[in-house]
Structures are given as structure tokens and as C-alpha cells.
């Protein structure tokens, strides 16, 4: 079981950066491919980014070019590097773990955060 937890989500101005963490408990974190959705209010949730257990990396176009994953096994955490955000990257932004490859389903994943509200303003 493993157990996920956002943070670092605020209030930033439009063009501003932030980096989200998830830090992740149980021992076998190395082994699982980490993925980040958002929902923004209205609308479903949608793929941002993922990333395998050996880094190999995968974005949505909307996010190519801005954001940028990683992940540090050492500290059982993956992070959501965001640069030059706009107000449409308003929305809650959820990690999510999967024992499979990474992909942009969400059923591929097994585990979720609770999510971390991110507000661009304009």
C-alpha cells in the first residue's frame, strides 16, 4: 500500500512557477511509475505528466515545454516542476502511483493523493 501526499500548490501570478511535491510512504516507491492529473472546476481530470521508476518521462501537449517531472527514490518523492503558468493551469493537481508503465489513464494508476490547489492569476 502506499500512501500519497501533495504539496506546495498556492497562488501565483501568470507567468510565475511553482514546484509540486509528493512525497509517497512505503518502502517499494522505486518500483512504481508516477503520474500527475489536475481537474480544473468544471471539468474532468485530465493527464499532465508521468514519469517511469527509471525516469523515463511523458507529457500532455498542454504541458510540454512548461512543466517537467522528476522523481528522487533516495526521498520517496516525485515533483511537478511548473514554469510560465497561465490562468488555464488553474486546477487541483493530483499524484497518482501505478505498479504498470506509465500512461495517461487513470486507471493505469493504483494510488492518489488528495490533491493541491493551484490558482494562476492573470
Known amino acids: 500500500h502506499v500512501q500519497l501526499v501533495e504539496s506546495g500548490g498556492g497562488l501565483v501570478q501568470a507567468g510565475g512557477s511553482l514546484r509540486l511535491s509528493c512525497a509517497a510512504s512505503?518502502?517499494?516507491?522505486?518500483?512504481?511509475?508516477m503520474g500527475w492529473f489536475r481537474q480544473a472546476p468544471g471539468k474532468e481530470r485530465e493527464f499532465v505528466t508521468a514519469?517511469?521508476?527509471?525516469?523515463?518521462?511523458y507529457y500532455a501537449d498542454s504541458s510540454k515545454g512548461r512543466f517537467t517531472i522528476s522523481r528522487d527514490n533516495g526521498k520517496n518523492t516525485a515533483y511537478l516542476q511548473m514554469n510560465s503558468l497561465k490562468p488555464e493551469d488553474t486546477a487541483v493537481y493530483y499524484c497518482?502511483?501505478?505498479?504498470?508503465?506509465?500512461?495517461?489513464?487513470?486507471?493505469?494508476?493504483?494510488?492518489w493523493g488528495q490533491g493541491t490547489q493551484v490558482t494562476v492569476s492573470s
Open positions: 512505503g518502502r517499494t516507491f522505486i518500483w512504481y511509475s
Open positions: 497518482a502511483a501505478g505498479a504498470g508503465d506509465p500512461t495517461a489513464m487513470e486507471v493505469g494508476y493504483d494510488y
Open positions: 514519469i517511469s521508476w527509471i525516469s523515463n518521462t
